[in-house]
């Protein structure tokens, strides 16, 4: 039996969301695929950094 992948979006793109993305990196069943910031460099280095096509200004 497979197990369920969730698909998480992360609203801000600072500190804290770096944090969150690293701990997600380690769970097989966690995809990351949007992102949404205001600030287009943080947006934009967070979704590069991660590989997340999806990039919102905002929610």
Known sequence: MSET???VGI???GSIANAH???YQGVD????VAIADP???ARNDFGN????DRRYHDA
């Not at 069943?29 to 990351?32: A, G, L, N, R």
């Not at 950094?49 to 997340?52: A, V």
């Open 21 to 23: 993305a690293i701990g």
């Open 5 to 7: 992948k969730y698909r």
């Open 29 to 32: 069943t966690v995809e990351i």
């Open 49 to 52: 950094r991660y590989d997340i």
């Open 11 to 13: 609203i801000g793109c």
């Open 39 to 41: 600030v287009d460099t």
